[in-house]
């Protein structure tokens, strides 16, 4: 025979596309918490410039 | 934090749609490749992602040269938006493109001009944020990382046109190859599955890079507070 079958490098092609989807997957995931995160800081930072405000414009106690 | 805007959410589901669309094409519709197998057919998600990182760091370049006249913080997240998003993709590439050599060149990696300017590159924007962290004040930051980027978007064309200038074991996929070389040929269902992938991971960079923009401008707004609150 002049020509050898085709070989077998499935294996290969598996590993290349799960590799690609993890990675993936993995980035969306932690622009997704960087983004809850900062939400939550941006959520307590707002509310602690409220309070400085509030207590800045309340009248003294005598 | 705005919300979402229509045309965003729209790019997130057509992004779902193109990369489901390409995987079948690339696994399904594609014939099996003759001498190579199965494995050839990580080559459409190794070129797709080859080209959104390239194409990303040559905007990163640009972004930077429009910061740097500008001096508009937009332009920096611009930036960095397509250097984060384009060092992941590229860190795909450069994996896929060491599977697909395992059996087609019987190593995992060798010190060829391409794969050795590729190392090179993602290491660049690596640098990068690393840079960047190392910087407090924020207009120092953003215009010592446009400078970076600038200089460090040259590695891109360089990559890309290091398999056309120097001998190389690396098939060229686009354009013509020289004697020594060895030029992919693709039948018309390859070729579909080639144009639709650079396609579906263009949709996909563009989304990437608009949420991460939205991501960069929450920063700065904790950024800004932050400095408020401790006044």
Do not use: C
Not at chain 1, 24 to 38: D, E, T, W
Not at chain 2, 6 to 29: E, G, H, M, P
Not at chain 2, 61 to 88: C, M, N, P
């Amino acid at each position: 025979m002049l020509l050898d079958a085709t070989p077998d490098t499935s294996g290969y092609m598996i590993a290349g596309y799960v590799f690609s989807f993890v990675v993936m997957g993995i980035y969306v995931f932690s622009m997704y918490l960087r983004n809850a995160n900062l939400e939550r800081d941006a959520e307590t930072l707002e509310s602690l410039q409220a309070e400085e405000a509030k207590k800045s414009s309340s009248p003294k106690k005598k | 934090m705005q919300p979402k805007p229509l045309a965003l959410k729209i790019l997130d589901i057509a992004s779902i749609i193109a990369l489901a669309v390409a995987t079948y094409l690339a696994l399904v519709f594609a014939p099996t490749e003759a001498v190579m197998g199965q494995v050839q057919r990580v080559f459409y998600f190794h070129i797709g992602t080859a080209w959104v990182g390239l194409l990303g760091f040559v905007i990163a370049a640009v972004a930077g040269i429009a910061y740097l006249i500008t001096k508009d913080a937009r332009w920096d997240r611009f930036e960095v938006a397509a250097v984060e998003v384009s060092t992941v993709f590229f860190f795909i590439t450069i994996v896929l493109g060491s599977i697909w050599a395992r059996p087609a060149w019987n190593t995992w990696w060798t010190w060829d001009p391409r794969l050795t300017t590729a190392a090179i590159t993602e290491l660049i924007y690596i640098a990068y944020f690393m840079l960047r962290k190392g910087i407090e004040d924020p207009e120092k930051r953003a215009r010592f990382g446009a400078v970076y980027t600038l200089l460090g978007g040259i590695s891109a064309p360089i990559t890309f046109m290091v398999i056309r200038l120097f001998r190389t074991i690396h098939p060229i996929v686009i354009g013509s190859a020289n004697a020594n070389q060895e030029k992919m040929s693709m039948t018309g269902d390859m070729k579909v599955a080639f144009f639709f992938g650079l396609f579906a991971f263009t949709v996909i960079f563009i989304d990437l890079i608009w949420h991460r923009i939205r991501l960069g401008s929450l920063e700065e707004k904790v950024e800004q507070l932050k400095l408020k609150v401790s006044m």
